[in-house]
């Protein structure tokens, strides 16, 4: 305990690292389940789903760096000015599991539409790699300790494509994707700090629906 009084780690050097495979996976599993709907590809994106589900150990060390980080910030003396930075931080940690499980959802959905050789609008694919960007930009911003307005930007943006795919989406399982790509920009938002009423309205209004 006195050395870590005396000598406390960086915390956020152990977020970043701790999170990082977190969102590498989440993010390149998005970005390959666009690929599979381009190419139309099922097994590519059931593929991408078995990837997701093994997430579970890199999750469990995020939520282990986040207590212990937490933990320096309130003993530490040297550490105290981190606090603000690690609690913005643990909006985005506390969400990681739920942004993972919006990926498999994702993917699965992704799975039986091919399987079902249903047209699938291309907007969704360019939507799932900016949902992919917004995610890194995220973990940049909040391990750099600024505001996540670019995060917040990229996954709104999104939408703009959600929306032209719902327009055009007929099947059941397209339809479903373009929802789930709706529910994965919220908690994006939610995880950069937004309470999930304004992160849901403004998903909302950016899609096109009235708040």
């Known amino acids: 305990m006195v050395v870590t009084l005396l000598f406390p ?10 999170a990082t495979p977190v969102v590498q996976l989440t993010s390149a599993e998005l970005r390959t389940i666009a ?5 139309g590809d099922a097994e ?23 207590d212990g980080a937490k933990e320096v910030v309130s003993l530490a003396p040297a550490r105290w000015l981190r606090r603000q930075d690690v609690e913005q931080f643990a ?23 091919l399987q079902y050789d249903e047209a699938v609008p291309s907007e ?14 995220l973990r940049a911003e909040r391990v750099s300790g600024r505001d996540p307005q670019r995060a917040r930007a990229t996954a709104l943006a ?8 719902g327009d055009v989406a007929s099947g059941r399982f397209s339809q479903a994707l ?34």
């Open 178 to 211: 373009v929802t789930q790509t709706r529910v994965t920009a919220s908690d994006l938002l939610r995880a950069s700090g937004l309470d999930p009423e304004t992160a849901n309205r403004q998903t909302r209004e950016r899609y096109g629906e009235s708040a």
């Open 158 to 165: 999104a939408m703009h494509g959600a929306r032209m795919a």
């Open 35 to 39: 690929t599979a709907l381009d190419e």
């Open 9 to 18: 780690v960086n915390p956020m050097r152990v977020l970043n690292r701790a």
């Open 91 to 113: 909006h985005f940690a506390e969400h990681a599991p739920r942004l993972i499980g919006d990926a498999q959802d994702l993917a699965r959905t992704s799975a039986t539409a």
């Open 44 to 66: 590519q994106a059931t593929t991408s789903l078995q990837r997701l589900q093994e997430a579970g150990p890199d999750l469990a060390r995020l939520s282990q760096a986040l």
């Open 124 to 137: 969704l694919s360019t939507t799932l790699r900016q949902l992919a960007d917004a995610n890194e930009q």
